[in-house]
């Protein structure tokens, strides 16, 4: 997971999604309007406003239609962050829209906890939201890309070679609890594919710089400037972000990126 930046969206686009959460806020119970929720979504979702809004989330994917959650797989369903069928407030707003895999949608589902007002954790459900224990408003433990900075909050393993994801060895309570549950929700590390690929885009990356670094001795700088832009399109940009991040530490790493401009570690 990245820091992602939200797309304002064009003013009809919006205006339309406000005007659907309005009439959906006007059901006068918790309960019916999360009951209508399925309904209004497949009612509205399949209407051509609905489009700007999947061209944005397009936009805003971590390279080429890249999931927003593991960046893996190429993402194509409008995820609801809060999941509809328990927070009916959010269904139609945009900041609670994202763009992810089947895979990832399917690991998430309706698994969603949120931090209680005591500071404990709970799995949201229907008794605890109309208990009051929760709110619609609850604080989410699983890392939201937009809202938080999930580079903050994960790190790769890089040293060790077990290419897992791990919570970064500077948290305290309760952002290591995001980070761990995170990581456990989406299944960023049991889904042995999504370790694999990170081992793979790892050691892709590292042909990619010995290359960077020949064209820049070259002085190929049309070479060099193509690399980068595939380089930042195509690759598992957590992984690319990591190795920026820790290259001081890993010697492999450090003699690479020794041989490359410093500005290489901004791109
Ligand atoms: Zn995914």
């Known amino acids: 997971m990245l820091n992602l930046t939200r797309l304002r969206l064009d003013d009809a686009t919006q205006l339309e999604l406000t005007g659907w959460q309005a009439e959906l806020d006007q059901i006068p119970t918790y309960?019916?309007?999360?009951?209508?929720?399925?309904?209004?979504?497949?009612?509205k979702s399949s209407r051509d406003a609905m489009d700007p809004v999947r061209q944005a989330l397009r936009d805003m994917c971590p390279g080429i239609e890249r999931c927003m959650f593991c960046l893996d797989s190429a993402a194509h369903e409008i995820e609801h962050f809060r999941p509809k069928a328990l927070f009916p407030s959010a269904l139609f707003q945009w900041s609670n829209m994202f763009f992810i895999c089947g895979a990832c949608n399917r690991e998430k589902l309706a698994k969603f906890k949120c931090l209680a007002a005591d500071g404990t954790m709970h799995m949201a459900t229907i008794n605890l939201i109309l208990g009051g224990q929760l709110s619609e408003d609850s604080l989410a433990v699983l890392l939201n890309p937009i809202d938080d900075n999930p580079e903050n909050f994960l790190a790769l393993d890089i040293s060790g070679g077990t290419f897992r994801i791990t919570p970064r060895v500077d948290l305290s309570n309760p952002n290591k609890q995001r980070a761990e549950e995170t990581i456990k929700i989406l299944a960023l590390n049991s889904r042995d594919v999504l370790v694999k690929r990170r081992k793979t885009a790892y050691e892709d990356l590292r042909i990619?710089?010995?290359?960077?670094?020949?064209?820049y001795q070259a002085a190929d700088i049309g070479a060099v400037a193509e690399i980068r832009a595939t380089l930042i399109a195509n690759c598992n940009l957590f992984v690319w972000r990591e190795m920026q991040r820790q290259q001081?530490?890993?010697?492999?790493?450090?003699?690479?990126f020794q041989n490359l401009p410093a500005e290489v570690l901004r791109w």
Do not use: F, G, H, M
């Not at 309960?31 to 009612?43: H, V």
């Not at 990619?208 to 064209?215: C, E, F, Q, T």
């Open 248 to 256: 001081e530490r890993i010697p492999d790493l450090q003699s690479l």
């Open 31 to 43: 309960d019916a309007r999360r009951l209508a929720t399925k309904r209004e979504w497949r009612n």
């Open 208 to 215: 990619w710089l010995r290359y960077v670094a020949n064209r």
